[in-house]
C-alpha cells in the first residue's frame, strides 16, 4: 500500500458503487479491480450492497436529469465520516458529452467530491491508488 | 422452424411496383461487395406515398415476415422523412436483403400509422419517434414517453432543426465558475 | 403492454434505477401476485445523454470517437456500424487486409464480453467463484486487447476506410498463445457452467422465449438464437471478409439436441459462440492477405472527401448481444452529418422481456433478466412499471433472493 498510512487501521473500507448514468467502462474497471488480478478485497474493501454500510461512495457518470435525487439520496443515506470518489472523466467534467441537454453536469455540481480519478476509462491500479488515498483521508476525518 | 423462400432483390422491388404502382415514388437497388471472393449483396431503398403505407407493410408481411431493424428519422425542412428499415431473408447463408421503405409526411400534420398490428416488436421505436420529432403514431398501444424525462418541456423535439428544436437548452459542462 | 386489471389484489414492485444487481440504472416495476408475476411494465431513460443530436456538431471523424462512449462493454461495436454506413454512404472501398483485420478485433471483443456476461450470470446465481475465475480468465484476453491497441476497454482502433493500427507477424505468437490457453480451458468452463446441478435446476425451464415471439418482437443476438431463430449478421451479409470463411449459424441444439428457449439454453448458447470466436480468429490470420490498413490514410483528405460527400447508408454489424444498425445521412458542403440513428441491440430485446418473465417467481428476475445480457447504457433505460399496491425491493433484496433460492436448491 501506499508510504505514510498509519500502522493500523481500525476497520476495512467498505464502498458503495454507484452509476449515474455512465457507459460502463468504468464500473467494468472498479469490479475488475476486486477480480483475482488486482485484488484488493485481501486488504478488507469490499463491495456492500446498500449505502447505509458504506464508508466511502464510487460514483460514475455523468448525472442525468432522472438520477439527479437519486443520486443526493444516497449521498445523504451514507453515515459520516464519508469519502466521496468520483471515477472517470464524465463525472469530472463531462467528457464526450459536454454540450448535452439532458445532463445536469459534473457531480461536482451535486454532492460534494473528495477524490477525482481521471481516465475514460481509468486503469484499475489508478482506482486502487484512488481508494488507498481516500482512505488516509477518512481516517483524518474519523480522528476529528 | 419452417424455411422461408429466399427471395431477390429485384423480384421484391417488381411485387410492390405490380401492387401499388404510381405511389411507389422512388426505388433504387444498391449492390456491395465484401472480402476476397467479392460476394454481392443488396439495399433496396424505396420511397413511398403515405397513403399506401400500412397497406404496404401489408403487403410486405404477405411476402415474408420481415426483421425490423429501426425507424430512423430526418427533418427536411417542410417535411419529416421516416425511414423503417427492414431485413429480409434470415436463415438463408449470405442472402440477406436489406429494404428501407422511406415516408414523408408534412409538419403541418405530422401523423403516421401504426405498424404494431402486424409486427409488434415495432413498438419501442414508434415511441421514440414520438417524443424526438413530434410524430403523432395513430393507434398506438403504448404512448407514454421513453427516453426523455417526464419533466421534459412539452413542445420542444430534440431531432427537429426548426423552433421546436433544442437551440435553447444546450449546456456547457466544463466551463470552470469564476 | 398493460393488460386488463386483475381483481386480486397484486403487489406493485418498483425495483429502483440504483441497484447492485445489473450495473446499470434500471428501473423495474413488476406487477406481483403472492410470489408469481403477472404483469410487467418497461419503461427506459436513465442514460440518455444525447448522443445521436451531438453528432451534428461534430465531425464525421470526431463521432468516432463519440461512438466508442456509448457502451463500455461494445464499445468496437458502435465506432464499426458507424464506419461502414459512412462508406455505404460514400463507396469508399475498405483495402482487403483491413477487412481481416477489422475481424480480429470484432471476434476478441466478442470473447470478452462473453466472459463478463458469464462472470455476472454466475455472480446472480450465488457462485460467487465462478465471477472470478471467468473475470480472471477474461484478463487475458485484456492483456492481448493492450498489446494489439493500447488499452483494454476504449481501443480507439477504428478509421472510416480501415484500421488504425497493423498486426504485424511478430505480434501473431501472444495471439496463438492466447487463443491456445483458452481451448485448454474451454472444458474447465463448459464443465463448471452445464454439469452443475444447481446451475441446471435454477436454469432449466426459466424464462422461456419461444420462436414465435422471438419473431414478432424482432429480437436479436443470442437471445433469439437460443430460441431456434436464426439471426445472425455475420452469416446473413457477407461483410468484412466473413463470406469467405467458414461459418455458419450456432444455435443450442448442437450440443444439446433440442431447442426449449430458457436460460439454460442461453448460457449453452454463448458457450459455443466463445468457441466459435476462436475458430474464426484462427482461420483469419491463416488467411490473411498483404496490402494496406486503411483506404485513405491523411485524415485532412478524408474529411475534405467526406465533406463534398452526399448520400446516405446503413451499417450493420454482430455485436456481442445482437444486431447492431446505423443510419448515417451526409450532406455535401457540411463537415458534420446530417442525421445520426444509432439502435443498440439490447433495443430490440426489452420487449421479450415481457413474455420472458410472466409467469416467474420474482427471486428469478436477476437471473432472467441477466440472460438477456442487458446493456442499459447502449438502450438508455428499462423501467417495468406495474399496479396496485406498491412497496419498495431494492437491489439487495432481490439479489439476496436469488441467492437464497440457489441455497434452498441445494440441499
Redesign the interface.
Known amino acids: 500500500m501506499a508510504k505514510g498510512l498509519p500502522k493500523s487501521f481500525k476497520k476495512s473500507l467498505w464502498v458503495y458503487h454507484c452509476n449515474s448514468g455512465s457507459c460502463n467502462g468504468c464500473d467494468i474497471e472498479i469490479i475488475a479491480a476486486l477480480c483475482p488480478r488486482y485484488d484488493v478485497e485481501r486488504f478488507g474493501i469490499k463491495l456492500v450492497g446498500s449505502p447505509r454500510h458504506a464508508d466511502a461512495l464510487l460514483i460514475t457518470g455523468?448525472v442525468?436529469?432522472?438520477l439527479v435525487d437519486k443520486v443526493k439520496r444516497i449521498y445523504d443515506q451514507i453515515p459520516d465520516p464519508k469519502v466521496v470518489i468520483c471515477v472517470g472523466n464524465c463525472g469530472n467534467?463531462?467528457d464526450v458529452?459536454?454540450?448535452?441537454?439532458?445532463?445536469v453536469?459534473?457531480i461536482d455540481n451535486v454532492i460534494p467530491v473528495d477524490m477525482h480519478v481521471i481516465g475514460c476509462p481509468p486503469r484499475p491500479e489508478a482506482i486502487i491508488n484512488a481508494v488507498a488515498k481516500a482512505w488516509v483521508k477518512l481516517e483524518t476525518l474519523e480522528a476529528k | 422452424?419452417t424455411d422461408t423462400k429466399v427471395l431477390d432483390a429485384n423480384s421484391v422491388v417488381k411485387s410492390f411496383k405490380e401492387e401499388f404502382k404510381t405511389k411507389i415514388k422512388e426505388s433504387k437497388i444498391?449492390k456491395?461487395?465484401?472480402?476476397?471472393?467479392k460476394?454481392?449483396?443488396y439495399?433496396i431503398?424505396m420511397k413511398i406515398d403515405r397513403s399506401i403505407f400500412k397497406k404496404s407493410i401489408k403487403h410486405l408481411c404477405g411476402i415474408q415476415?420481415p426483421?425490423?431493424?429501426?425507424v430512423?428519422?430526418?427533418d427536411l425542412g417542410k417535411t419529416i422523412e421516416l425511414?423503417y428499415?427492414f431485413?429480409l431473408?434470415?436463415?438463408?447463408?449470405?442472402?440477406?436483403v436489406?429494404l428501407?421503405i422511406s415516408v414523408e409526411i408534412p409538419k403541418s400534420n405530422p401523423t403516421i400509422e401504426t405498424i404494431c398490428d402486424y409486427?409488434?416488436?415495432?413498438?419501442?421505436?414508434e415511441r421514440e419517434k414520438q417524443e424526438m420529432l413530434g410524430v403523432i403514431v395513430k393507434g398506438i398501444?403504448?404512448s407514454?414517453?421513453?427516453?426523455?424525462?417526464n419533466?421534459?418541456p412539452k413542445n420542444v423535439y430534440?431531432?427537429r432543426r426548426d423552433e421546436k428544436g433544442?437551440d435553447k437548452?444546450?449546456?456547457?459542462?466544463?466551463e470552470v465558475k469564476k | 403492454?398493460?393488460t386488463q386489471k386483475t381483481t386480486k389484489a397484486t403487489y406493485q414492485v418498483p425495483v429502483g434505477p440504483i441497484h447492485p444487481a445489473l450495473k446499470e440504472p434500471v428501473m423495474f416495476e413488476f406487477e406481483i401476485d403472492g410470489e408469481r408475476i403477472v404483469d410487467v411494465d418497461v419503461?427506459?431513460?436513465h442514460v440518455?445523454r444525447?448522443v445521436?443530436?451531438a453528432s451534428r456538431r461534430r465531425n464525421s471523424v470526431q463521432v468516432l470517437y463519440l461512438a466508442e462512449r456509448i457502451c463500455g462493454i461494445c464499445s468496437y461495436c458502435h465506432p464499426i456500424a458507424f464506419a461502414r454506413a459512412v462508406e455505404?454512404a460514400v463507396g469508399i472501398e475498405v483495402p482487403?487486409r483491413g477487412?481481416y483485420l477489422r475481424i480480429i478485433h470484432g471476434e476478441l471483443e466478442r470473447m470478452c464480453s462473453h466472459m463478463l456476461w458469464a462472470g455476472v450470470a454466475a455472480h446472480e446465481v450465488g457462485f460467487d467463484s465462478v465471477l472470478f475465475l471467468t473475470w480472471q480468465m477474461r484478463e487475458k484476453l485484456l492483456d492481448l486487447t493492450e498489446y494489439l491497441t493500447g488499452n483494454r476497454i476504449t481501443k480507439g482502433i477504428t478509421m472510416i476506410g480501415g484500421v488504425r493500427r497493423d498486426i504485424t507477424k511478430d505480434m501473431f505468437p501472444k495471439i496463438f498463445e492466447t487463443l491456445n490457453f483458452f481451448k485448454d480451458n474451454f472444458e474447465k468452463l463448459r464443465h463448471v457452467f452445464l454439469d452443475d446441478k444447481t446451475f441446471k435446476l435454477r436454469c432449466q425451464g426459466a424464462g422461456i422465449l419461444t420462436?414465435e415471439d422471438a419473431?414478432?418482437?424482432?429480437?436479436v443476438g443470442p437471445t433469439t438464437r437460443a430460441s431456434?431463430?436464426?439471426?445472425d449478421v455475420r452469416?446473413?451479409?457477407?461483410?468484412?471478409?466473413?463470406?469467405?470463411l467458414d461459418i455458419?449459424?450456432i444455435t443450442p441444439d448442437a450440443l444439446t439436441g433440442e431447442i426449449n428457449g430458457d436460460v439454460y439454453d442461453r448460457i449453452i448458447q454463448r458457450l459455443l459462440e466463445v468457441k466459435q470466436s476462436i475458430d474464426i480468429m484462427e482461420q483469419t490470420i491463416d488467411k490473411m492477405?498483404s496490402g494496406e490498413i486503411v483506404a485513405e490514410p491523411k485524415i485532412p483528405k478524408l474529411l475534405s472527401t467526406l465533406k463534398k460527400a452526399e448520400g446516405?447508408g446503413?451499417g450493420?454489424h454482430e455485436a456481442p448481444r445482437g444486431?447492431v444498425?446505423h443510419?448515417v445521412?451526409l450532406e455535401a458542403g457540411s463537415d458534420n452529418p446530417?442525421?445520426w440513428?444509432v439502435?443498440a441491440p439490447t433495443?430490440?430485446n426489452?420487449?421479450p422481456w415481457i413474455p420472458m418473465l410472466k409467469g416467474e417467481q420474482i427471486a428469478d428476475i436477476p437471473i432472467v433478466a441477466a440472460s438477456t445480457d442487458p446493456c442499459m447504457s447502449c438502450t438508455?433505460?428499462v423501467t417495468i412499471v406495474d399496479k396496485e399496491k406498491k412497496y419498495m425491493l431494492n437491489k439487495e433484496q432481490l439479489h439476496r433472493k436469488s441467492v437464497e433460492k440457489t441455497r434452498r436448491m441445494m440441499k
Request: proline fraction near 6%; aromatic fraction near 14%; glycine fraction near 6%.
Open positions: 455523468p442525468t436529469r432522472q467534467t463531462g458529452f459536454y454540450e448535452s441537454y439532458n445532463l453536469g459534473p | 422452424m444498391e456491395r461487395s465484401a472480402g476476397i471472393k460476394i454481392e449483396y439495399h431503398w415476415f426483421h425490423l431493424a429501426v430512423s428519422g430526418n425511414i428499415h431485413s431473408n434470415h436463415g438463408h447463408k449470405n442472402k440477406v436489406s428501407n409486427i409488434p416488436g415495432a413498438l419501442v421505436t398501444p403504448d407514454r414517453r421513453l427516453f426523455l424525462p419533466d421534459f430534440p431531432w433544442l437548452m444546450i449546456r456547457n459542462l466544463h | 403492454m398493460k419503461s427506459l431513460g440518455h444525447s445521436e443530436w455505404n482487403d477487412e420462436y419473431l414478432k418482437l424482432c429480437a431456434g431463430v436464426k439471426k452469416v446473413d451479409q457477407p461483410y468484412f471478409a466473413y463470406s469467405d455458419d449459424y492477405p446516405e446503413i450493420l444486431e444498425i443510419y445521412k446530417y442525421t440513428k439502435r433495443y430490440n426489452i420487449l438508455n433505460r
